[in-house]
């Protein structure tokens, strides 16, 4: 769900503004993050896709300083990071749990040691220590393995260590770096129903990267697109995917490319909410005596709700159908109408 | 002047050969601990000191840590490269300032950790060099100081390559041990030396081998066995230690 309402009057939980990293210099200078500002509010999962080499990367690793930005500033849980000296930042950095692609786990230690790894770190006392790891790799459905080592583990597993160790210090953000990325279709699955699960018992704010639009489909309330270093588009799902022409409603649901015929009326309607249980291609084609050929359809349940996507053909030109739009309009459905050329482009 | 069938003779024998055992143990167990004590800081901070390592800004400056830098390489490379034979003579004089005497056991131990510290100062950077960068990102996010990555993450997960660089270490400590035999510094080198060359005693010089050869396996089995023991990933240990051995040039 996006935030509800007595969430959204709360300060966001991170912010970064003008954020802005160069990495190297001169001619082989590479800007991996221009100006980028976004905000995530508290208790919801946001995530920030891209193409590799967008700075996706780079941008969750400015959130806990781990690369520091070049200008701008990064507030989290209400505390500017850029001005805290070194023992500050490492108390900030304590509450910011961040989770790798690779798992980045000790092989020295097993997955309990590594949790308490976390801890040690906090300066928590060793009775303590061990009770709290115990519990949180309960919580994270791993137990029975404390006592493995990492090169025993799966994948799987092996994150769940990881996210174990993320949360063992109880922070009140997570930050996840493509943790997702090594792990095959129904790993991913279960990881993600582990953030979802964590997000809402612990109500923890989740920050993640990903290259996975199914990732962000999946389990997120928010999303940035991020493109050479810039936020192209930055929202919550819902909203995206209502508004006409959204770099990230087409990406999260493409339609295909399927070639309507020239001469004919091409229209895109996006559903939300409601609308996407109501008969509206039936009703259009009976009462406008229409012969619509759908050409491509996405619904999706996003945050427990249906939205989705349609694009339909119509028989002849867009000044004709304009009485068959408006009337989808009336039912608050949000369409986009373009004209197939000669070609069968559609423009 | 050797007469097996003296009755005094394996006797004797016997316990000239527990007397230089001991010695050589004495000599190469210090030198070995002051080369733990030693090498391993000063293999730490050659890594440390390097562009992009833990202590790439010592006191705020990248200068004074790329300068410590040199300076260390300087120092390992020195070490590694003077022969021993040479550089056990020209320390005759800082042997005879620390210990008092440049003669026995115990002013040997003075040229075998200099020789053996370098050594195992490489292997020490070698080893943490394998350490995935990762991990000591992950300590960084876990809020880490560079003291904690150091002792919490960079030596524990070096540990059994480095047991094994140790070992190559010792081998190498217990060679230089008996060349120390040359400059009566005690030990089974002096005794293969003053029986086997001086008096042509074949039995001498063929006990003298077996002991050392032993000493040899043994310490590299436990290596070996402490190595695998220490690591958790499936079947590099034997990759590694053909990595160190090829390291060490026999």
């Given at each position: 769900m996006p935030p509800s309402s007595h969430q959204e009057a709360l300060p966001p939980v991170i912010t970064v503004s003008h954020v802005s990293k160069t990495f190297g210099s001169g001619d082989a200078a590479v800007t991996a993050l221009d100006d980028v500002s976004l905000q995530v509010a508290p208790g919801e999962i946001f995530g920030v896709v891209g193409?590799?080499?967008?700075g996706k990367s780079t941008l969750i690793r400015t959130v806990n300083l781990l690369e520091r930005p070049d200008t701008g500033s990064v507030i989290v849980d209400g505390q500017e990071?850029?001005?805290?000296?070194d023992s500050a930042l490492r108390r900030a950095r304590q509450h910011i749990g961040m989770v790798f692609q690779h798992f980045n786990?000790?092989?020295?230690?097993t997955a309990q040691g590594n949790v308490e790894l976390a801890l040690e770190l906090a300066g928590t006392d060793s009775r303590d220590r061990k009770r709290r790891a115990s519990e949180i790799l309960d919580l994270v459905g791993l137990g029975a393995k404390a006592g493995s080592f990492p090169s025993q583990l799966s994948g799987g597993q092996k994150q769940r260590v990881g996210i174990a160790r993320a949360l063992a210090a109880e922070p009140r953000v997570l930050l996840s770096d493509?943790?997702?990325?090594?792990?095959d279709p129904e790993t991913t699955r279960s990881i993600l129903e582990l953030f979802k699960t964590i997000n809402e018992q612990l109500g923890l704010t989740v920050m993640l990267i990903t290259h996975e639009m199914d990732v962000v489909k999946g389990i997120c309330d928010s999303a940035a697109l991020l493109e050479h270093g810039r936020v192209v588009e930055t929202g919550g799902l819902v909203e995206l995917i209502s508004t006409p022409g959204s770099r990230l409603a087409a990406d999260l649901f493409p339609l295909g490319d399927a070639t309507p015929a020239p001469g004919t009326t091409v229209i895109d309607i996006t559903f939300s909410g409601?609308?996407?249980?109501?008969p509206v291609i039936a009703q259009l084609a009976r009462d406008h005596s229409l012969d619509v050929s759908i050409l491509g359809a996405v619904i999706e349940s996003i945050g427990g709700s249906q939205a989705g996507r349609t694009r339909l053909e119509l028989p002849g030109t867009p000044a004709q159908n304009a009485a068959a739009v408006d009337d989808l309009r009336d039912q608050g459905l949000l369409v986009e109408v373009h004209s197939a050329d000669a070609a069968g482009g559609v423009s | 002047m050797i007469d097996v069938n003296d009755p005094n003779f394996w006797p004797q024998l016997w316990e000239l050969m527990l007397v230089a055992t001991g010695e050589t143990l004495y000599m190469v167990g210090v030198a070995l601990i002051f080369t733990v004590l030693l090498g391993l800081p000063l293999g730490i901070a050659v890594v440390g000191t390097e562009r992009g390592g833990l202590f790439e800004r010592v006191l705020g400056s990248r200068r004074l840590s790329a300068v410590i830098n040199w300076v260390l390489n300087f120092i390992v490379n020195l070490g590694r490269s003077v022969p021993f034979v040479i550089l056990m003579v020209a320390l005759i004089p800082v042997t005879r300032f620390l210990v008092g005497t440049s003669i026995g056991a115990t002013a040997a131990i003075v040229p075998l950790s200099l020789v053996a510290i370098p050594f195992f100062a490489r292997m020490v950077e070698i080893a943490i060099k394998e350490v995935d960068a990762g991990l000591i990102e992950a300590a960084h996010s876990l809020g880490a100081t560079r003291w904690q990555i150091v002792s919490k993450v960079l030596v524990p997960e070096a540990l059994a390559p480095m047991v094994l660089g140790l070992s190559t270490t010792v081998t190498s400590i217990i060679n230089f041990s008996a060349m120390v035999g040359v400059v009566a510094g005690g030990g089974l080198g002096s005794v293969a030396i003053r029986w086997?060359?001086?008096?042509?005693?074949v039995i001498h010089m063929i006990i003298v081998i077996i002991i050392i050869f032993i000493i040899v396996m043994v310490l590299q089995w436990l290596a070996t066995w402490g190595a695998r023991r220490l690591t958790h990933r499936s079947g590099d240990t034997g990759k590694r230690k053909r990595m160190f051995e090829s390291v060490a040039g026999g």
């Open positions: 193409q590799s080499g967008a990071l850029t001005t805290l000296s786990l000790l092989e020295s230690r493509e943790a997702t990325s090594a792990l409601g609308s996407a249980d109501r | 086997g060359y001086q008096r042509y005693s």
